[in-house]
């Protein structure tokens, strides 16, 4: 379960140092487009050192690596995978190259005595990739998946807008697939580092769409996406009374009951409980 | 002789007790001067040197409210040098940057005695490199015009830039090409020095509502320029985008929360860095979400504030000195916006302003285990500081919050002991840093206020800890044994000596 | 003569060039040097060593790197060296 995940450049040392104080759930190492390709090196050398020197840090940590297309990836697997972190994100990713990611991590993992599963984060940027989606969330260690608007919309040849039209079917098709599979939606950033309120405008419409997340691409951002991304007083309000109710019912031994002239059954009672269940992981109860 | 911090105090100085040591001891005030004579006009420097018969071992004082664009004390320098005058006495209320040029009067012993509230730049370095012939003498704002209108700090020629003046000798700093806002650091110049001369770029017929009162004057001095408007103040101060400095102003705010600071009547100070401002600024956002209004904010004044009291957050701003245009543009228009005195401000026997506060947010170059802080030297002992208001500000408000980042450049700013102690520890109430919060065990009030915080409080050891473990522990300086000045506290005693590096 | 250079002067970043050579010299500049030198020289003696490198140059221009950053751009200049 995550709010924030939160880009960070793989070779800047000075991010790098307080890359754990801004209360991101996650943060995304960057070996990738922040880095520039003469630096991959030094980038994946950084992060591996850093790592090792930071025995516990309070958030996951996700490895943004090289996409499989690059002549980068197998390094940088090869140096940053260890227990210290608990994700790799893979760009440009699609069906073919998870279940090919998947066999490389388990390779490593062998190799190097890991005691964890690493997950994978895909980023959906590719037009493919949109229409592959339901075989993508059904990929081994997925548990999260990242729309990429950007690039995705280099690929449809659209310019992207602050409102978004341009990638609503992909928005949405990425949460029902995600959803459908119980695992995390993650909305695209918002570029536009200095506009706080457009920031929160565009969380609040993928609230609105079902994302159970969002990316950060500045510190300034999480902690927007952190209150957005949680669910609203009035629903813990209203799921704590039908919890209340709920357990009034069952020591009457009742299935089915009323609140607020309103019929409750399952789905309304897990709906509930899925609210409890986050508002608690956030400490907001 | 060691003062009760165990901090040296050499020869002739009374050493520094405790912060509240004051109210057991009686002060008596010199004379306010009066002027009976007719003001005269002048318009060059070295008449005014002729006039006033400027000589070796004058003591001659100035105001920094020109900040890094006066020219008066410069032209001044200039004066003393090719005069080739002698051990002169320079006490202006800080030296900038832009000063540089008092270096080599220092060097050629033209100017053997400094005394001044804040010190950097290059005047600042050839001080610690022991240049100055005597010790440095350094105040807190409201302990400069204690000490001079208790006649400890004698001065002979006060020479004071003034942005407009009237033939009567009133004048203000909320007009003129040259406007700066408050005149503050100038009240106890012009009430208590021998001779006072106002040196403007704007001569007019009246001044309505004076700042400074023309009864005390003795010479208006007209030149072309006193100051360059790009370098009196700064176009705006903002709020900082660093998310490290943003982190620590939502811990502080959160602090401030807690403790029940945020509340109808609230006063506050902050500085005008943007940890600051934006501590001010999340203080804002709660006053309007629940409707609060304050009654006063104080200190060197933002537009930051100036804004805040023409939304109707605050009732009143009291103002010794202003940081940007914004602020100068609201003391001329908005008749709740006061001018203050340094006196008024921060002098522990006036009725002063800082004694009203509820909360300052300060900062800090190190702070100790014994929350000691220092803002006068870094850690290899050099000038680049000073009080200013820290230590007023800190003895008066009911809860003083210090925010800092817990590393800069490796060096963590936690230290077993400072450097140098500007501010003693027993002022000071909490450390607010991005990776947590420490409150000074005395304040056992705040501790049990905070018990089921939700914030990351914790010992200061164990925040030394913290920073050890990123940046390992740096090895301890070896000071010299030549001191270079004095760190006075607010009430005339001295609270730490600064040596030569 | 074989070289190889990583890191930048950004602030908490270091600059650190590594160049064959007769003997062992390491020249470190730093803006914490008084506070630190010994700590910086204990990083690089200790990679090296876990490089298997005796006979190097290494300079360190040092902006307030931690010691992880230190040693990260210590590595990646040996490895473009031994590459060169």
Known sequence: MRRSLLFMPGNNPAMLQNSDVFEADAVIYDLEDAVSVTEKDSARKLVAEFLRFNKSLPMEVVIRINGLDTDFYSSDLEYVVSDRIDTIMLPKADHDGLLQLDKLLTKIEQEKGLTKKIKVIPIIELAKSVLEIEKIVTCPRVDGVLLGAEDLSSDLDVIRTKKGDEILYARQRLVMACSAYKIDSIDTPFTDTNDNDGLKTDCEFAVSIGFTSKSAIHPNQVTTINKTFVPTKEKIEWALRVEAANAEALKKGLGVFSLDGKMVDKPVIERANKILKKAKAYKLI | ?501 | MKIGIAGSLESNDALITVKSSEKLEIIIESIVYDFFYEQIKAVILDTLKTANLSNVCVICKDKGALDYTIRARLLTAIERMEKA
């Open chain 2, 1 to 501: 002789m060691k003062n009760s911090l165990n901090r040296f105090v050499p020869e002739g100085f009374k050493p520094f007790l405790s912060s509240h040591d004051y109210k057991t001891k009686k002060i008596n005030l010199i004379k306010e001067k009066q002027t009976s004579n007719e003001i005269k006009m002048l318009d060059d420097y070295s008449h005014l040197f002729d006039e006033l018969g400027i000589k070796d071992g004058c003591t001659l004082s100035f105001h920094h409210h020109l900040r890094n664009g006066d020219y008066v004390f410069n032209e001044v320098i200039k004066e003393i040098k090719r005069r080739n005058l002698k051990n002169i006495t320079l006490a202006p209320s800080s030296i900038f940057p832009n000063n540089f040029q008092l270096v080599e009067l220092i060097e050629n012993g033209n100017v053997t005695k400094i005394s001044t509230d804040y010190l950097n730049g290059p005047v600042a370095e050839a001080v610690s490199q022991g240049k100055l012939k005597n010790l440095l003498v350094m105040y807190t704002h409201g302990g400069r015009p204690l000490a001079i209108s208790t006649g400890e700090l004698t001065i002979d020629v006060a020479i004071l830039g003034v942005p407009t003046v009237d033939k009567h000798g009133n004048g203000t700093g909320a007009i003129g090409k040259s406007a700066c806002g408050s005149l503050g650091y100038a009240e106890s110049d012009l009430k208590y020095a021998k001779k006072v001369v106002f040196v403007t770029d704007n001569l007019v017929e009246k001044v309505d509502n004076p700042q400074l009162d023309g009864k005390y004057v003795d010479y208006v001095l007209t030149v072309p320029a006193i100051g360059d408007p790009d370098g009196i103040v700064s176009g705006t101060t903002k709020i900082t985008k660093d998310p490290v400095g943003l982190k620590i102003a939502r811990y502080a705010t959160g602090v401030l929360d807690e403790l029940g600071l945020i509340k109808d009547g609230l006063s506050m100070q902050t500085g005008a860095g943007g940890t600051s401002l934006a501590v001010a600024s999340y203080v804002k956002d709660l006053m309007k979400q629940r409707k609060i209004k304050g009654s006063f904010a104080s200190g060197g004044i933002t537009g930051y504030f100036t804004d805040m009291l023409e939304e109707g957050l605050f009732s009143e701003l009291y103002d010794v000195q202003c940081f940007d245009l914004k602020a100068v543009q609201s003391i001329g228009k908005n008749k709740t916006h006061h001018a203050m005195s340094g006196s008024r401000y921060a002098n522990c026997y006036d009725d002063n302003i800082v004694d009203k506060l509820d909360f300052v947010i300060l900062g800090a170059t190190e702070i100790d285990l014994d929350f000691n802080v220092n803002v006068t030297t870094d850690s290899h002992g050099k000038i680049m500081g000073g009080s200013g208001g820290h230590s007023d500000t800190a003895h008066g408000a009911k809860v003083t919050v210090i925010t800092t980042n817990l590393i800069k450049s490796r060096m963590p700013i936690i230290k077993e002991k400072v450097t140098t102690v500007t501010t003693p520890g027993e002022d000071v109430d909490v450390l607010v840093t991005e990776r947590g919060i420490a409150i000074n065990p005395k304040r056992k009030d705040l501790l049990e206020k905070l018990k089921d915080s939700r914030l990351p409080i914790m010992t200061i050891e164990e925040l030394l800890k913290t920073a050890h473990e990123i940046t390992g522990v740096p090895k301890n300086q070896t000071r010299t044994d030549t001191p270079v000045g004095v760190v006075v506290y607010r009430d005339g005693t001295v609270i730490d000596t600064i040596f030569k590096v």
